[in-house]
């Protein structure tokens, strides 16, 4: 099982992965100065997840899971609301249910939800990935692609990948195959990211944890398809096509296969734990819905909420396992408790004190 030993930074420890999949993958967390990819809030604005949440205690299949937050069809949020933040985060509810009844949903996500990296982190040159050194990034600079330089791997085999999806869009993905591989990592990123500036991260996963790791890029990001211009709609169908890829093409068993989703790719990696039978879901700070990251309070997900994760995990055929910070003051950790609190087979999560959004 997972633990936090107090190591302050030293990435991922050797787990075994075999037959029961994720429940005995070890994991520690990773240098909290050393890489930041996703730092770009998933809400609009981040003073509704700070507000006072005081919860009942969730109860599901007979396990508690205590100190939670809203979540399932039948959990009810408590606590005492600031004054008039229900009166406004209402009116923006109701804008955007109108504004999906005017075909806009997409328009308005696209500006609220997704924030591709533009420049790219990386790109595609022939068969290798070419990608921003650490030290520019760490920078916060602006770069060009005159400063990429090509990713070497020593024990991983790299390939890319150029795939279509259903939807005839095109997107970019990356297979890091270890030679021993003790499982295949399915991996979907978060909203501010993009599989370059992940690669570094995955890279290091892959190694240490002796299994092979395979990203895609949703349409919009990077080399994909219209750049710039991600869509909800895009992000599921671009799940399936890197699912069938890596099944089909690759020909990786599902048995072998863990779904990792991080932040908003927690929407696409339960799209996809709910369709296929897997060995494990791993879901790292993952968000119970969409509207649910902008107001908590909500006892039922709108009908125009773009990632339903809080009623889709209730349908996965695999067992869960949530990785959350209890300081994550992006996606707060009830959105975690309560994904674990609603998925039909779990394994104990991992709340990592003093964690965020994107240093564990």
């Not at 020593?154 to 795939?163: C, N, S």
Request: proline share 7%; with cysteine.
């Amino acid at each position: 099982m997972p633990r936090n030993d107090g190591a302050n930074g030293q990435g991922y420890s050797r787990g075994r992965v075999a037959g029961g999949g994720v429940e005995e993958m070890e994991m520690l967390p990773t240098n909290k100065n050393r890489f930041k990819p996703n730092n770009r809030s998933l809400s609009p604005s981040r003073h509704a997840n700070k507000q006072d949440c005081s919860t009942k205690t969730a109860t599901t299949n007979g396990e508690e899971f205590g100190g939670s937050a809203s979540g399932g069809q039948e959990q009810e949020l408590g606590g005492n609301k600031p004054p008039n933040c229900c009166t406004i985060i209402n009116c923006v509810m109701c804008g955007f249910g109108c504004a999906t009844c005017c075909c806009l949903r997409e328009m308005i996500c696209r500006k609220m939800v997704f924030a591709p990296p533009s420049p790219p982190f990386y790109e595609f040159r022939g068969k290798e990935m070419w990608r921003i050194p650490l030290e520019v990034y760490d920078t916060g600079s602006e770069f060009t692609r005159d400063q990429f330089t090509k990713m070497e791997t020593k024990l991983l085999d790299l390939k890319v990948y150029k795939i279509q999806t259903s939807r005839k869009k095109t997107i970019a993905t990356m297979f890091l195959k270890h030679p021993k591989p003790k499982a295949t990592i399915l991996f979907s990123h978060g909203n501010a990211g993009d599989i370059g500036i992940m690669s570094f991260h995955l890279q290091l996963m892959a190694e240490t944890l002796q299994v092979n790791v395979y990203a895609y890029e949703y349409t919009g990001y990077g080399e994909s398809s219209n750049p710039g211009k991600p869509t909800p709609t895009d992000i599921f169908t671009d799940a399936e096509a890197a699912y069938a890829h890596l099944t089909e093409n690759l020909a990786i068993s599902p048995n072998h296969i863990i779904l990792y989703g991080q932040s908003l790719g927690s929407g696409p990696s339960i799209h996809l734990g709910r369709l296929h039978k897997v060995s494990g879901v791993v879901i790292h700070s993952g968000l119970m819905s969409a509207v649910r990251v902008i107001n908590p309070f909500i006892t039922r997900t709108p009908w125009y909420d773009v990632f339903k994760n809080i009623d889709n995990i209730q349908k996965c055929l695999s067992p869960v396992y949530i990785i959350h910070g209890d300081a994550d003051d992006i996606v707060p950790v009830f959105h975690g408790i309560q994904l674990y609190n609603n998925a039909p087979v779990k394994i104990k999560p991992w709340i990592v004190a003093g964690g965020g959004d994107n240093d564990i």
